[in-house]
């Protein structure tokens, strides 16, 4: 999964990214339960992390963003679940913000904030896209935010197991 650059002039070389996990494999961990895939595609998405200089509290502040929606959300009152699922989707936009902060002030680390969000929006798209007919709709998407979850904590350990450094 080469790093999308949305309008911006690409200054990394696409063999550098090569082995990162596509959006189609992301989406994957997400709606099936691979805990070992999981873990493999973490690390190497924690290892470029690193690689790109992006520091632990930028992916901190996702990962906590994203660890409140996981407490909040309850399978047995729907507002509340539907309220979770409501603020896992607005994910989408602030990882857009805070990766375009990174890049107007450091585009090397910008590019690594890049890979994040990818590798976050496809994970919600997954979510996204479970049928609204279906009637374990609200089960499967606490299941698969479960599985997000999962995915940028073990994101964040690789990354401080590789030397990620603080700000």
């Known amino acids: 999964m080469a790093p999308r650059t949305r309008g911006r002039q690409q200054t990394f070389s696409r063999d550098e990214f090569a082995n990162l996990p596509t959006d189609v494999e992301i989406q994957a961990l997400i709606e099936n339960d691979n805990p070992k895939a999981l873990v493999l595609s973490a690390d190497i998405i924690g290892k470029h992390l690193k690689n790109q200089n992006v520091k632990t509290s930028q992916l901190r502040k996702l990962f906590g ?52 969000r990818d590798a976050v929006d496809a994970a919600l798209d997954s979510i996204m896209n479970i049928d609204e007919e279906d009637e374990h709709k609200l089960q499967k998407r606490r299941e698969y935010f479960y599985r997000l979850t999962d995915f940028l904590e073990a994101i964040v350990a690789y990354h401080k197991t590789y030397g990620g450094q603080e700000s």
């Open 65 to 116: 963003m994203v660890r409140q929606i996981q407490m909040n959300w309850s399978d047995i009152d729907s507002q509340k679940a539907y309220d979770s699922y409501r603020q896992a989707i607005l994910l989408k936009p602030k990882i857009g913000y805070q990766t375009q902060r990174v890049w107007e002030k450091n585009r090397y680390q910008g590019q690594g904030m890049l890979i994040l």
